[in-house]
């Protein structure tokens, strides 16, 4: 699978992206239909007002407790997996990381990995890195399947092919796979099932994510709907897990709620089908289970975020993507216009910390702040706050330190003037209502073309008297138009 | 909320959190100052005029402060804090005079009642003036419907209307609320809804000149929604999306127009102005 261009030798800009994906009526047909139904069973699975506030505002407080410990939640999840006979390995980087799961491979000499779905190992670019060594990825989750296929990369973090409908997918595994196209959904996943089947019993090793690491029993907890986490699990002989640092808990209490907000914010589901909790491999007395299991704790800028406390709140997230199904910029541009793997809300405000705002200068700056993904975050991320926080890291000039991985990348002096300007304009009355009588007094000389404002609008005209101007002789009959100064 | 999920917490959070309660309102003031906004100055002044008559009528006299301009949030939101800071002691300096604040704009509401403390975090002085002025702060008709608890006779013809209300505005001050439970209360005004009705217009200050292909894919849905009512016009109470949806259907070259919901409620209470 090493045709596909990688993400990180993307040269176009969001913008671009966007405008393309804007363009494709099917595309943003796809989106709107998957997102419409996406919110509307998270809104079914919430039907109590009170029960959802409720179990939010706990979720982000164990979250935030979590994270108020975190060295000593993961030195204690260490130790734990450590004493349950669970290998853990401590990656920096997310080439430490390959680094690290192609050892372990290479340890059993094996050529064929089975991958459950984990977008920490899309982080990794792990298929890539594991295929230019001679090792084959299979995706064995049907959206990843069917990205896989495609050589694309997913376009969401819970369901990766919903940028595709079953005509697409059905085109697509006609054209892969060689077998007859037809519409049916169920005929199409029986596809997929009976190629994965094979090689679940095959694969060397099996990798999956996490979704809570449990610090206190040293357990890992994977929720899926598909059975393939399971099977990548605990088929193969290896079992190679993958995560970030951030997803510690403290204790299995903690879960209880954590997962109760995934699951309904996710798909609306009250519990996922299978909810897999991965302690140990197989002991000597047990017929079933992997002979290896390890752990992969991911850094990745994750510390970088966490070293700020405003910015620790990105932390929070347990990835269920209810922001993304109710962002009205994702709805309408799509998964592959972010350019890299987490899209929407949080991928805009975690990828700065992964990649840096060099890279993705234009992230904080696509969101029109609506707070639609605040509001639905199951562990009360504020992300508008953080978008407006990383705006403010990114316009920061070099001698100002940007706190934020590579800031300072849409600083511009000219811009910084503009703002001077209006400061200046803003606070100091008799300059405003010099600029109120000029642009009032001379409206009929306000350009046409006033830059990309009017690519969508006509130009804004001042009104014939400001409101200044009304007020003052308004209330200037009953002399109340003094107050204040 | 099931008890098992607060049982199965741990001590820290074992006790259901407490949820925000209602805001309190006082008894209706003798005066308010209106805080105009910038965009309504410039774009709408006869929707702040419209304002001001709406509160004379209630028998509260109003003031209009002249050294008043914005808010801080253009700046604030595009990411200059600094520049932000300034404009907004300036307006905290013309607001101290302890009395409501009325503003015909939920999001510059909003910038009052939930950004002045992020702004002056580290100002523990001007963090007390902030707080007077985050209790004092009203946005136009949260100030009509809780506070004037006002009684209206619809004075004008039957109508249809859409109503869109900012974002900032539904998250920070409940505008919708206030707005459609004060349209309801005009026995002439028939309220139709539209499709996505609390997506955002795509406005989002800066937003909408930094990424105005996708801002631009944003107004067009929300016009062509609005449209679709076949309402007679459409009314909201922020300046920043009227110019934004309006602007974009000059553009498209359709009739079909917004108004500041100051200067539609105004015609329907005083019968001025109704063909």
Known sequence: MNQRIPVTELTSTFRERATGALADQQLRTNFRTAMDSLMQKRADAFPDEDEREGLRELGNRIKARALSQLPDLLEQLEANLTANGVKVHWAETTEEANQIVHSIIEARQGTQVVKGKSMVSEEMEMNEYLADRGIECLESDMGEYIVQLDHEKPSHIIMPAIHKNRHQVARLFHDKLGVDETDDVDELIQIGRRTLRRKFLEADVGVSGVNFAIAETGTLLLVENEGNGRMSTTAPPVHIAVTGI?????????????????????????????????????????????????????????????????????????????????????????????????????????????????????????????????????????????????????????????????????????????????KTLNTSPALYRLFLWGATRFRKLTPSN???????????????????????????????????? | MSELFYDAAPNATRVAPPRPTEREYPDKPEEVILFGTCVVDLFFPEAGLDAIRLLER????????????????????TGYAREAREVARAQLDILDAGIPVVVPSGSCAGMFRQHYRELFAEEPDTLKRVESLEARTFELTEFLLKVCKVQWQDAGQPTRI????????????????????????????????????????????????????????????????????????????????????????????????????????????SGEGAV
């Open chain 1, 246 to 422: 951030e997803k510690v808990v403290q204790n299995l209490r903690d879960v209880v709620p954590l997962l109760s907000l995934l699951t309904r914010s996710a798909l609306g589901q009250p519990i996922t089908t299978y909810v897999n909790m991965i302690s140990s491999p197989r002991k000597p007395d047990e017929l079933d289970g992997p002979e290896e299991v390890h752990l992969v704790l991911l850094d990745n800028g994750r510390s970088g975020a966490f070293a700020d406390a405003q910015l620790r709140q990105t932390l929070n997230c347990i990835r269920c993507g209810a922001c993304i199904n109710h962002c009205p910029v994702y709805v309408r541009v799509g998964g592959h216009t972010y350019g890299e793997v987490y899209p929407g809300p949080i991928g805009k405000i975690i990828t700065p910390h992964m990649v840096g705002l060099q890279k993705v200068p234009d992230h904080p700056s696509a969101s029109s702040l609506c707070g639609a993904c605040g509001e639905v975050c199951p562990v009360k991320i504020p992300i508008p706050e953080m978008l407006q926080r990383l705006r403010q890291e990114n316009v920061k000039s070099p001698a100002e330190g940007p706190k934020v991985k590579d800031g300072g990348a849409k600083y511009s002096a000219k811009e910084r003037l503009i703002w001077r300007v209006w």
């Open chain 1, 450 to 485: 006033v830059g990309p404002w009017t690519e969508n609008h006509t130009a804004p005209v001042p009104a014939r008297r400001s409101l200044h101007d009304l007020a003052r002789n308004h209330l200037s009959g009953n002399g109340s138009a003094k107050g204040g100064q």
């Open chain 2, 58 to 77: 209630e028998g509260i006299r109003v003031h209009f402060p002249e050294a008043q301009s914005c808010c801080g949030q253009p700046a604030w939101t």
């Open chain 2, 162 to 269: 859409a109503l869109h209300t900012s974002c900032s505005a539904r998250r920070e001050m409940n505008t919708h609320l206030h707005a459609r439970e004060l349209l309801g209360t005009l026995g002439n005004v028939e309220r139709i809804n539209h499709d996505h009705e609390s997506e955002c217009c795509g406005f989002g200050g800066t937003f909408s000149v930094r990424m105005p292909e996708v801002s631009g894919a944003m107004v067009k849905d929300k016009t062509r929604s609005l449209m679709d009512t076949g309402a007679d016009e459409m009314v909201t109470a922020d300046g920043g999306c009227l110019m934004n949806i309006n602007g974009s259907l000059d553009k498209q070259k359709q009739s079909f127009r917004g108004r500041h919901l100051a200067s539609f409620l105004w015609e329907r209470v």
